[in-house]
């Protein structure tokens, strides 16, 4: 089963392009009021239950809402359905990845956690991509 | 002094765990009824293994990897399970008694008919786990993931659910407190 796991996923990665040039990511900045934004892309399946607890419920918890609102760009990927970008690997869902508008890796958050935590998470991104 | 080897060799060949299981769990990927007492497993990757109506008492598995595997009516009183991984195994009919299961994950991990008690569940990651009929007495799960859980024929009125995520779990003919029932509702848990 890990053999056969293991040459599905390096199947996959052989198919995989880079961040820069999916069409979603591309898309993003486009827009002009994007520019300067942080791209928050998650990984998720439609049965994920940690999953809708941060899209449902952290992701628009008050505090949350104005920093994502204010800093981030959300992209979404169904590792299910859709085609993941290269050198953006997972072990579980959901991992987000923080992205810079040059495509570079800011950062990566696996799993779910309370408003909080997340909130200074997010803060730790943001002063990163300022640096 | 001969009397006192015989007797050192007895007390570890009664009460420790047997080391040609082992070979044949690491070499096969399987090993029912077999003995692990006292083992230490720690951080192995026994994902997708077959380890049912296996003992693991006091045994070490702290980070130890059993993504699917089938660990059914086996034995883990006292053992140490910290950090490790159970996601969508089998535990069903386990005992998990006296458990250190500290940010433990035990996601979609089927829990029914275990015997949980006097354990540590603080911190642990268990969206979408299924307690169905468990025995739960005295048992923390301060901090815990259990989004989407499953709580079914449970008394959880001696244990902790302090600062837990109860986002859409389900407790269906569960004994709570006055408490736990306002933090469930507060936490948007189902109380049926």
Known sequence: ?131 | MRKSILILVLYTTLFSFEQIHITKLLEEDECQNCDFREANLSGLDLSGCELQNSNFKNANLSHTNFFMADLEKSNFENAKLDGAVFWKANLSGSNLSSISAIKTNFKGANLNNTIIKNSNFNSSISWKANFKNAKIQNTDFTKSELGSANFYNNDLRNSSLNSAILWKTIFHNTKLTKKQYEYINIEEGIIK
């Open chain 1, 1 to 131: 089963m890990r053999i056969l796991l293991s040459i599905i996923f390096s199947f996959l990665t052989l198919l995989a392009t880079p961040i820069s040039k999916d069409i979603d990511f591309i898309n993003i900045y486009k827009d002009v009021k994007n520019t300067e934004k942080i791209t928050l892309m998650i990984y998720t399946t439609k049965s994920c239950p940690q999953c809708a607890y941060m899209k449902q419920k952290v992701f628009k918890d008050k505090f949350i809402k104005n920093i994502l609102d204010e800093h981030f760009s959300i992209l979404q990927k169904d590792v299910q359905v859709d085609e993941l970008p290269d050198g953006f690997k997972y072990f579980g869902i959901p991992t987000i990845f923080f992205i810079d508008k040059d495509a570079n890796k800011l950062g990566e958050f696996i799993g779910s956690c309370r408003a909080k935590e997340f909130s200074h998470k997010l803060k730790e991104i943001i002063k990163k991509a300022k640096n």
